[in-house]
């Protein structure tokens, strides 16, 4: 399985920095303007179709490219490094997250798609399951600004996600937020873990209002992550302090059964070591996200009764992409970034109640799905 590697599609991205949304990093928002689904869904319109022909000149070319894939630490990175300055918050998105774009674009095209599907302010229900570190729920995050669409802010957001971003609520919490659904009404989730990129590029770190320093992001990932990394060196099996730490446990128990043996040491190219390791951690963490909001989703879409209510499930899975906007003294507007993988909608078929799931990512985003096609 080729582990972070890297299409032409990125150096397309790297090669249209100024044209394809990268470096709206100065300025606010345009989509916290909208109060309405309605209003941002047709602002979102009118970024799409100012995107069309941009999108010609990256998406097209990287789509077709797919096929060729160099590893990082080769020349495709370093093409990323040229069009951003090495060591920087966007040479690293570009490396090691493929598909990437500012949360304000990503939830722009996603309220489009959501109003075309007939989703308003008053049959929709808002959940997320991200990582409940604060720098997640940021005015311009992409759940805040996700909620704001669908609800004007005022219907609130059913948190579903503990440390990692892990839907930790269980069959009770899945349950209770299923009977908050408007009668005939749609739900949508956002899911995912997160991980910080400082401004020097340096991944699983990000600048922290009133920190003189970066700090670790996710350190629930990460320091599971470093847990096995010593136990492993040391021979032992990982710590465990299950009656004051369930939900690390629990990470570090299933995130060794995600790692590869090489994952644990060399061999991704030059930067493994440091921001490949981090990298890895987020997908591999991503996984157990997906894999645990599968299990949650599951009890409840599959008893019939639940379709007597809820007419539609639309789910929005990837990665949170934090950029930290203070360094000390240094106060600058910043954005975070979402790397999509799952748009997806579920719903019943009338005739027999059959599962139905249907996908909604290359409409929605004019792309392909960069971990389904790279393998990551």
């Not at 060729?68 to 020349?75: D, E, F, N, R």
């Not at 229900?125 to 004007?152: H, M, R, W, Y």
């Not at 009770?172 to 408007?182: D, E, I, K, L, T």
């Amino acid at each position: 399985m080729a582990r972070f590697a890297i299409s032409a599609f990125l150096l397309a991205l790297a090669a249209a920095q100024g044209v394809n949304g990268f470096t709206a990093q100065s300025q606010a928002p345009a989509f916290a303007k909208s109060t309405t689904l309605s209003a941002a869904a047709e602002d979102g319109e009118r970024e799409a179709g100012s995107m069309t022909a941009r999108e010609a000149r990256v998406v097209a070319p990287a789509t077709a490219a797919l096929a060729a894939v160099p590893l990082l630490g080769s020349s495709a990175a370093n093409a990323a490094d040229a069009a951003f300055g090495a060591g920087s918050f966007q040479s690293s998105v570009a490396e090691y997250f493929p598909g990437a774009f500012p949360s304000s674009q990503i939830s722009k095209r996603v309220l489009t798609s959501l109003k075309n599907r007939g989703h308003s302010l008053d049959n929709t229900l808002f959940g997320a399951s991200i990582c409940s570190d604060e720098i997640n729920s940021v005015p311009n995050s992409v759940c805040a600004q996700l909620q704001k669409g669908l609800t004007d802010s005022k219907g609130g957001l059913f948190n579903l996600g503990g440390l990692a971003g892990l839907p930790f609520v269980g069959k009770s919490g899945f349950g209770a937020f299923f009977s908050h659904c408007p009668v005939d009404g749609k739900v949508v989730i956002v899911f995912g873990p997160h991980v910080g990129i400082s401004q020097e590029g340096v991944v699983g770190k990000v600048e922290r209002v009133g920190m003189t320093k970066p700090s670790t992001a996710c350190g629930a990932g990460i320091g599971a992550y470093k847990a096995l990394l010593q136990a492993r060196k040391d021979g032992v099996d990982p710590p465990s302090d299950w009656t004051m730490d369930k939900q690390e446990e629990w990470i570090l128990n299933e995130l060794k059964g995600k790692l590869h043996d090489d994952e644990y040491g060399s061999g991704i190219g030059a930067g493994f070591m440091g921001n490949g390791k981090m990298a890895t951690v987020t997908y591999r963490t991503y996984d157990l996200v997906w894999d645990l909001m599968k299990s949650g989703l599951d009890i409840s879409v599959t008893n019939p009764a639940f379709w007597e209510k809820v007419t539609e499930v639309t789910l929005l899975g990837g990665i949170v992409i934090n950029q930290g906007g203070y360094s000390g003294a240094k106060k600058a507007v910043v954005e975070d970034y979402f790397q999509p993988f799952v748009f997806q909608s579920w719903r019943a078929q009338e005739a027999d109640n059959a599962l139905v799931k249907e996908d909604l990512f290359k409409s929605t985003f004019q792309m392909k799905n960069p971990k389904i096609e790279l393998g990551l």
